[in-house]
T-cell receptor, first 110, second 118 residues
Framework: GQQVMQIPQYQHVQEGEDFTTYCNSS?????IQWYKQRPGGHPVFLIQ?????EVKKQKRLTFQFGEAKKNSSLHITATQTTDVGTYFC??????????FGKGTKLSVKP | DTGVSQNPRHKITKRGQNVTFRCDPI?????LYWYRQTLGQGPEFLTY????????KSRLLSDRFSAERPKGSFSTLEIQRTEQGDSAMYLC????????????????FGPGTRLTVT
């Protein structure tokens, strides 16, 4: 798998504001997976993107894969306190192992 | 529905001691992965098994680390002669190997074993 860089490292928002985290690679990615890790918890799979320009939605979450398959984003509309946690993107290697970014830690002020 | 389980959840050991962790994957999953996670970082891949075969090892896995999955079910990760730098959360994950025609398989993580080396 290829290395992926995530920005920002931290994001503090007021409840109801939107949030976006970005995942970038210098090389073409075969796929991108997104995981959420709540404080004190373990990573939980959210979604996988495979196709160029792919967009997937899960309620208030929108995931995009860039046309060149070198970047991806996760956008949360109208954040809630339940959205608190660290969001990781990960690239799947040829053997199935995942190469994770460092994550974006989201805090939401009620 | 039982997810991935790991034991123990916490382990405190003195430098130089050996420790062993256990992971029980989701029963129908063929693949089992070990990751290490330190504070503020994403999980780092250590090794993975397809059934009982260990197919890949990261360069992070020094010769003090050994992993087994003897019957293709549970797995153990042993760290010999622990060092303070080994303090981390050790995560196990499992995944299926069927049902997808593209991309990688999603991984289901266990709660982890937090190791503290004093």
């Amino acid at each position: 798998g290829q290395q992926v860089m995530q920005i920002p490292q931290y994001q503090h928002v007021q409840e109801g504001e939107d949030f976006t985290t970005y995942c970038n690679s210098s090389t073409t990615l075969s796929n991108i997976q997104w995981y959420k890790q709540r404080p004190g918890g373990h990573p939980v799979f959210l979604i996988q993107l495979v196709k160029s320009g792919e967009v997937k939605k899960q309620k208030r979450l929108t995931f995009q894969f860039g046309e060149a398959k070198k970047n991806s984003s996760l956008h949360i509309t109208a954040t809630q306190t339940t959205d608190v946690g660290t969001y990781f993107c990960a690239n799947g290697g040829s053997q199935g192992n995942l190469i994770f970014g460092k994550g974006t830690k989201l805090s939401v002020k009620p | 529905d039982t997810g991935v389980s790991q034991n123990p959840r916490h382990k405190i050991t003195k430098r130089g001691q050996n420790v062993t962790f256990r992971c029980d994957p989701i029963s129908e999953h063929n693949r089992l992965y070990w990751y290490r996670q330190t504070l503020g970082q994403g999980p780092e891949f250590l090794t993975y098994f397809q059934n009982e075969a260990q197919l890949e090892k990261s360069r992070l896995l020094s010769d003090r680390f050994s992993a087994e999955r003897p019957k293709g079910s549970f797995s153990t990760l042993e760290i010999q002669r622990t060092e303070q730098g080994d303090s981390a959360m050790y995560l196990c994950a499992s995944s299926p190997t069927s049902g997808r025609t593209s991309g990688s398989y999603e991984q289901y993580f266990g709660p982890g074993t937090r190791l503290t080396v004093t």
